[in-house]
């Protein structure tokens, strides 16, 4: 009951994807959720695993008319447009709602392919952010990337997100990836205080960082998908880090 009271505060919030949808996101190293949510299956495509996040985002956001906007690193064909952006969450009637789901699943199924142009998408979603904070309680970035820019480095990115006030804006980077070197990159950016940025791996990798640590946690699919849906109750980017709960933050919890 606790999470579903905080997901439906979410039609006050505004959520803003970074999708990468570049050529490396069909490497098969990534882990997926078999279809009737039993067991984690090995060796599906980076690009496949974040479908099922997506999809997930997708249907909650029309569900419940919670507003979510979609940036692609790289553009896509769809009904002979090419398309860089798309939202959900954003419909009036009940054929809109389903043209919403019709969309993302078109759009999403086109193969990635070509860079990973993250410095200028990130720019372009902040500019987005600024011009409508003004009208929702709360704003989360979410980052879904399995590489660091091809256009730029971790300063060049580090100094566009803090163009937005952390106590309005919260980040959630989905880490595609198991590779080091992505993660160094993405972790070094946790560590700047003028941000509010937690970095989210796969469901497995989660569990198993979260049970290292804090192994009274039943750490279920449900859990995995608020903390990517995006919540800015702080308890959550703690569970995964290398300390334990204290007792008054297990009671909370």
């Known amino acids: 009951p606790g999470i579903q009271t905080r997901m439906m505060r979410s ?7 970074i999708i ?3 050529g490396s996101m069909t490497t098969s190293d990534g882990n997926g959720i078999n279809h009737d949510k039993t067991k984690v299956v090995a060796g599906w ?11 997930f985002v997708a249907e909650f956001s029309n569900t419940t008319k919670s507003r979510v906007k979609y940036f692609l690193l790289n553009d896509v064909s769809y009904r002979g447009t090419d398309v860089s952006e798309f939202e959900t969450g954003v419909w009036t009637t009940d054929r809109e ?3 919403e789901m019709t969309r993302v699943e078109a759009i999403m199924s086109v193969r990635p392919t070509y860079q990973t142009p993250l410095i200028a998408k990130a720019r372009e979603a902040i500019q987005f952010i600024q011009g409508e904070k003004g009208n929702y309680e709360r704003v989360y970035l979410m980052i879904a990337s399995d590489g660091e820019p091809s256009d730029g480095n971790v300063s060049n990115l ?3 997100l803090r163009q937005v006030d952390k106590r309005k804006l919260h980040i959630v980077v989905r880490i595609c990836t198991d590779n080091e070197k992505v993660n160094t990159f993405w972790n070094s950016l946790e ?4 941000l509010r940025l937690d970095c989210v791996d796969d469901f497995k990798g989660e569990s198993q960082e979260i049970y290292n640590m804090n192994d009274w946690i039943n750490y279920g699919l449900e859990l995995h998908r608020f903390r990517e849906w995006g919540t800015d109750e702080h308890l959550f980017d703690l569970i995964d880090e290398d300390i334990k709960l204290s007792e008054g933050q ?3 919890f």
């Open 45 to 55: 495509e980076r690009y496949d695993e974040l479908k099922q996040t997506i999809k």
């Open 250 to 252: 297990i009671l909370h």
């Open 20 to 22: 990468d949808n570049s």
């Open 191 to 194: 560590k700047d205080s003028e």
């Open 97 to 99: 709602k389903q043209d």
């Open 158 to 160: 580090g100094y566009i």
């Open 11 to 17: 039609t006050k919030e505004l959520r803003v994807w």
